[in-house]
């Protein structure tokens, strides 16, 4: 599974609009429900409203009816493995299945540094209604 959410993720880096950084990236999501959701960076020219891959595959999960990832891929262009910004690590801790849930990050020759969601995210916020009793 590792593999093919790393496969999936560089699949979606190819859609990725990333104009003004020319740093395209791609990322990949296990639903709960097993299928595998996909997203890509979309920059604009008012810079700030530019949404990561990560954020972009967790929407897509969530706003096709999954509301929990049990693994995330991410690939970056460039030679560093591509760890997810501070902004995608919480909407990630907010729709994740667990702290254990494993983050793979595509490194230089195709090395895949495996994190989990509790050593990414060592001190979250997280809302006091509890997401199993959300259901509307
Ligand atoms: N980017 C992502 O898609 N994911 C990250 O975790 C970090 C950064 C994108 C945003 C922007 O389009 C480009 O990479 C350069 O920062």
Do not use: W
């Not at 706003?63 to 891929?73: D, E, M, N, P, T």
């Amino acid at each position: 599974m590792k593999r093919e959410l790393i496969n999936r993720a560089i699949e979606a880096r190819e859609k990725a609009y990333a104009p003004y950084s020319h740093f395209k990236v791609g990322a990949a999501v296990l639903g709960e429900d097993g299928n595998i959701y996909t997203g890509c960076n979309i920059e604009n020219a008012s810079y700030g409203m530019t949404v990561c891959a990560e954020r972009v595959a967790i929407f897509n999960m969530v706003s096709s009816g999954c509301r929990k990832f049990k693994a995330l891929a991410v690939v970056g262009g460039g030679k560093e493995d591509s760890a997810p910004c501070l902004a995608c690590r919480q909407v990630m801790t907010e729709f994740c299945e667990s702290f254990d849930t494993p983050v793979y990050c595509n490194g230089p020759e195709d090395v895949i540094f495996e994190h989990t969601m509790r050593e990414i995210c060592p001190y979250p916020f997280v809302s006091f209604i509890p997401n199993e009793d959300y259901n509307d």
